[in-house]
């Protein structure tokens, strides 16, 4: 006997971004990419979360590791205890729903509590909550509030954490009761369409990033030709504008189409095949950095509960540094780097080492500024005793991303992007491509693996652990090299007569 297939609350979310999502997770699974490492951290953080929130309702009863049908069973048993309740388990025809924390109040009523690792309020909590409400209510569940509880960004460890100062609980009652008018008709469609035989036929748009990039994404716009109107820099509302009149192409956009300046240099790369230099501009950039140069860049984790004292969750801790320097014009560079062994807090080692290197004086490269200075900051704050020198060597920082947010060079091969990672390839022979650890995401993910990875019930060989760590440097160390090579790469520009400052012709 087949049964039809129910809908759950990660489902209802799934079908409000995309029907053709929800249908191929029922019907073609098998197309649907397994979840990456990145994704399953954010759940492991999560669940590490929910476990904190628990300890404010310490006579609870939980259901986590019950299947499905106990699960259903001993949930509707125990509301007569009027005790919190984890994960419970509620179906009401063929909607169903586990609650993190169902809380008993007055008049045989009770509260939704749904907990969150975010440190705000979103609109996806809402429609979560709202799921929750429509299912236990036709179950015969009488809700009153309806509550998120989620991270204080405030919060600095002192000592064991302290989960009453850690959540902050939010009543969100109001904003449930607006989402809810016309969730009966949203619920019936998707029912109806996860039933059909056919996949629905949805085209690709803004809801292939909201609230969260889909899963089919890859799938869905791979049709695209390679250097596509989505490649626009900052003009995501542009290329739709340009896909609905049925433009696909840079190269077919049009030479009357309202652009900025920026977006016409990109179109002017599409179409002539040369790259756009700027070399007045490049040259006013290169002449503000002063000998001895220092590039420099930090790897660093983050965990929404925070593992050592003076840290905020979500906070940024560094745990490796790169840095080349170049004492003098024309002179090799040297190279320093650093990698925390082990699970232990190294930020006042970090400090100092970086103190002891960056001396007083010369231009400090980073690329994308604002991640490195915050980094700093956060150390000057823990560490007062370096406030003032690190306010002065904020002071030195250059960012070497400036050149290519101002398009003073622009290659089609960047693809709108100006990231070190589009970057380099595009100004040199050089990529990361080869490379085991290829970004700062899988850099993070595998540091933390290797040495926290038993907070998560991860384990790990030595052999592991060495091969991670032999990644690392190779990988950070290539960030700050690239850095070097595009600093030359720029110089050669402003001095080669082979390269001209280009004018766009529109």
Avoid at 53 to 79: D, H, R, T, V
Wanted: some cysteine; overall charge negative.
């Amino acid at each position: 006997m087949q049964y039809a297939p129910l809908l759950t609350k990660s489902k209802y979310l799934n079908g409000l971004q995309c029907h053709k999502y929800l249908w191929m997770l029922l019907n073609e699974a098998d197309k649907i990419p397994e979840t990456d490492e990145g994704t399953q951290y954010v759940f492991e953080q999560g669940n590490l979360v929910g476990e904190l929130a628990k300890k404010l309702f310490p006579n609870g009863k939980g259901f986590e590791s019950m299947g499905f049908k106990e699960n259903i069973e001993e949930s509707q048993k125990a509301l007569f205890l009027r005790v919190p309740l984890f994960e419970a388990g509620f179906l009401a025809g063929r909607v169903y729903a586990k609650v993190d924390i169902l809380e008993p109040t007055e008049d045989n009523q009770w509260n939704i509590v749904e907990v969150k690792s975010s440190t705000s309020v979103k609109e996806v909590h809402i429609q979560d909550v709202s799921f929750q409400k429509y299912c236990y209510e036709k179950a015969g569940i009488k809700i009153k509030n309806c509550f998120v509880m989620y991270i204080n960004n405030e919060y600095v460890k002192n000592g064991e954490i302290d989960p009453v100062q850690f959540f902050i609980r939010k009543d969100i009652s109001s904003e449930v009761e607006k989402e809810t008018i016309g969730m009966e008709e949203r619920i019936n469609l998707m029912l109806k369409n996860m039933s059909k035989r056919e996949i629905p036929d949805i085209k690709i748009g803004k809801h292939c990033n909201s609230p969260y990039e889909c899963p089919l994404k890859e799938y869905c716009w791979d049709f695209l030709p390679e250097n596509n109107v989505f490649q626009l820099y900052r003009g995501r509302d542009k290329a739709f504008e340009l896909f609905e009149s049925g433009i696909l192409s840079m190269k077919d956009i049009p030479e009357d189409c309202e652009l900025d300046e920026k977006q016409k240099k990109q179109i002017y790369c599409e179409k002539s095949g040369n790259p756009f230099i700027d070399k007045k501009g490049i040259k006013e950039f290169l002449n503000t950095l002063h000998y001895p140069l220092y590039f420099l860049d930090f790897e660093t984790y983050t965990t929404a509960i925070p593992l050592y004292d003076g840290t905020r969750p979500h906070q940024h801790i560094p745990f490796q540094f790169s840095l080349h320097i170049i004492e003098k014009k024309s002179k090799s560079p040297g190279h320093f780097s650093y990698l925390t062994d082990g699970a232990i807090d190294t930020r006042a080692v970090i400090i100092q080492k970086l103190k002891e290197l960056l001396k007083d004086s010369g231009s400090i490269l980073v690329y994308n500024q604002s991640f490195e200075q915050k980094i700093f900051t956060d150390l000057g704050e823990y560490f007062p005793e370096y406030k003032q020198w690190v306010d002065e060597t904020i002071k030195r920082m250059v960012d070497l991303i400036n050149p290519f947010r101002n398009f003073y060079y622009y290659n089609s091969k960047q693809k709108g992007s100006a990231s070190i990672k589009s970057v380099l390839p595009a100004l040199t022979n050089k990529s990361y491509s080869d490379m085991e650890i290829s970004n700062g995401g899988t850099a993070f993910l595998k540091y933390f693996y290797v040495t926290y990875g038993s907070l998560v019930g991860r384990k790990t060989t030595p052999e592991e652990v060495q091969q991670v760590r032999n990644a690392l440097e190779k990988y950070c160390a290539l960030d700050t090299e690239a850095m070097i090579l595009i600093i030359q790469k720029l110089e050669k520009l402003v001095t080669d007569n082979n390269f001209t400052t280009l004018k766009i012709p529109f």
